[in-house]
């Protein structure tokens, strides 16, 4: 396992049309302390101070970008570092692989996880837990990722961390933006719904205490919080002026989106807070039950259907009567 004095995390996501994968070693203090956090004594950011690679994964305040939709598949390691008022001990490292695979991260994901390892110089047996974007999100993409966590963490014999997507982009908007202590995320989720949760920085958990659960509704019936917010996500660029809770926001950072490095930073605070599972319990967030009828269901819908299609005067599918028709 890991040597005792660092603390090994990989990261996975892919719960949008991006494969996103974040391993982060962090040196521990020698009385056990404390995690870098979004915010250190006295509020300081505890943003990555610095970034370098060749898909320029840098911002102003956060050291990386969560949207690098153009980069190459030959994106290279970000080495990542936290501001010292963060953690006792030395600057964790960080490397990330974060790239638009569309349908395919499934194929992507163990190649990048290889990569990581290989360029931290670093074994896989040294992690000490895995994190996994849990949901909402696409449902292929969160059982990719759940099960891919799941799969290594059963091989190495340590616990899998699952991090709401909808917490990740709250987790990107702080660092940021450490004025963001209070964020409402919310995503396109297709189908004319959003998903989105309310999220609350504590200052005396140095964590993010959940005010609303992650829900699917229409973006008219999003709530807005009691409190001064920023709105994080992409749903305000997807549904313009039907997001009603974009006019209240103090800001909108349409960046902050599902990405593997938040998210690991995120479950670094919960496995040292002893919120980690065990390998079996690893499990995906949906939220929506369903996108599609079943078969029975379809066929349900149309034998409720019948009587009226077979009443006087009625009109007629084509595809009813047509010798090649198909009944949809």
Partial sequence: MADMTETVLLALDTSTEFCSVALLAVADSPAGGSVPSSAGAGGASCAPASAQSSASLSSPS??????????????????????????????????????????????????????????????LHACN??????????????????????????????????????AACAESARRRDPAATRVLAALDARMDEVYWADYAWDDALQDWRTV????????ER?????????????????????????????????????HALPLAFAALRAWRAGRALPA??????????????????????????????????APRAASDHHPGGRVR
Avoid at 64 to 71: I, K, L, N
Avoid at 87 to 97: A, F, I, L, Q
């Fill in 62 to 123: 956060s050291g990386y970008s969560p949207r690098v939709a153009a980069a190459p598949r030959s994106l290279a390691a970000a080495s990542v570092s936290a501001s010292p008022a963060c953690d006792g001990s030395r600057e964790p490292r960080v490397w990330v692989r974060h790239e638009a695979t569309g349908a395919v991260s499934s194929t992507r994901l163990l190649p990048a996880i290889r990569e990581l390892f290989d360029e931290a110089g670093l074994d």
């Fill in 129 to 166: 837990a895995i994190a996994f974007g849990a949901g909402p999100g696409s449902f292929t993409g969160l059982r990719t990722a759940t099960g891919v966590a799941q799969g290594l963490a059963f091989g190495l014999g340590c616990p899998v961390v699952p991090i709401g997507t909808l």
């Fill in 212 to 219: 609303r659960a992650a829900a699917l509704d229409a973006p």
């Fill in 222 to 258: 999003l709530v807005a919080p009691d409190a001064p917010y920023t709105l994080a996500g992409n749903a305000a660029a997807v549904f313009g002026a039907r997001l009603a809770v974009a006019a209240g926001a103090r800001s909108i950072d349409h960046e902050a989106l599902p």
């Fill in 280 to 313: 079996d319990q690893a499990a995906p967030e949906y939220v929506r039950d369903k996108v599609a009828l079943t078969t029975a269901e379809r066929l349900a819908v149309k034998a409720a259907a019948q009587p009226a299609a077979d009443a006087p005067g």
